[in-house]
């Protein structure tokens, strides 16, 4: 009898620490989630729309496949390739991101300068929508390097005063990637 009682409870602790993990607030954001400028608030920027893949991983790093909009006019419109980048839990369901990319001159494919992302997450627990708060662009410029004369950002984003800084959207809608794999933190 003792022992059935044993089991049951070892039983039980181990059922509540899981189910408790799955509602851990500090993973409501963990997974890969669609994010698209097109619905941002307000949309008073001078780029139109642009939309990434943001895959936030358990251990505090976050990759993005950003993908600029391919009209020439707009002034993201050159080469880049995906973010990386970190993010923390604040409290409250709050999250703050932190996302560093290249950004590169349309016609010569030349580094024209760092651009750091900085923005906070609303996620709640086993939630597959979520939306972004305030947010700030920061640009590091390239400066021209003798010989060659590649351009090349000499800052360094973390630590040093960026060259400009823009308010960026706010209200981005984020919808989460369901996963099939039943051990995956992302939703099923």
């Given at each position: 009898?003792?022992?059935?009682?044993?089991?049951?409870?070892?039983?039980?602790?181990?059922?509540?620490?899981?189910?408790?993990?799955?509602?851990?607030?500090?993973?409501?954001?963990?997974?890969?989630?669609?994010?698209?400028?097109?619905?941002?608030?307000?949309?008073?920027?001078?780029?139109?729309?642009?939309?990434?893949?943001?895959?936030?991983?358990?251990?505090?790093?976050?990759?993005?496949?950003?993908?600029?909009?391919?009209?020439?006019?707009?002034?993201?419109?050159?080469?880049?390739?995906?973010?990386?980048?970190?993010?923390?839990?604040?409290?409250?369901?709050?999250?703050?991101?932190?996302?560093?990319?290249?950004?590169n001159d349309a016609s010569s494919g030349y580094v024209l300068y760092i651009l750091r992302t900085d923005f906070t997450v609303e996620a709640h627990p086993k939630s597959d929508e979520a939306?972004?708060?305030?947010?700030?662009?920061?640009?590091?410029?390239?400066?021209?390097?003798?010989?060659?004369?590649?351009?090349?950002?000499?800052?360094?984003?973390?630590?040093?005063?960026?060259?400009?800084?823009?308010?960026?959207?706010?209200?981005?809608?984020?919808?989460?990637?369901?996963?099939?794999?039943?051990?995956?933190?992302?939703?099923?």
């Amino acid at each position: 009898m003792r022992r059935t009682i044993l089991a049951f409870l070892v039983l039980f602790l181990f059922a509540t620490m899981v189910l408790a993990a799955d509602g851990d607030p500090k993973r409501a954001v963990v997974g890969v989630w669609t994010m698209g400028f097109c619905q941002a608030k307000p949309y008073n920027l001078p780029f139109a729309c642009t939309t990434q893949f943001v895959n936030f991983h358990e251990d505090g790093s976050v990759w993005s496949s950003y993908i600029f909009d391919q009209f020439p006019s707009s002034q993201f419109g050159g080469n880049s390739v995906g973010a990386t980048g970190t993010w923390h839990y604040l409290g409250n369901n709050q999250f703050f991101v932190t996302m560093l990319r290249f950004i590169n001159d349309a016609s010569s494919g030349y580094v024209l300068y760092i651009l750091r992302t900085d923005f906070t997450v609303e996620a709640h627990p086993k939630s597959d929508e979520a939306v972004t708060g305030k947010m700030s662009f920061l640009f590091y410029l390239a400066d021209p390097t003798p010989p060659p004369s590649f351009p090349v950002v000499k800052k360094v984003p973390y630590q040093d005063p960026w060259d400009e800084m823009v308010p960026g959207p706010t209200a981005i809608p984020m919808q989460r990637v369901p996963s099939f794999d039943p051990n995956s933190p992302v939703l099923p």
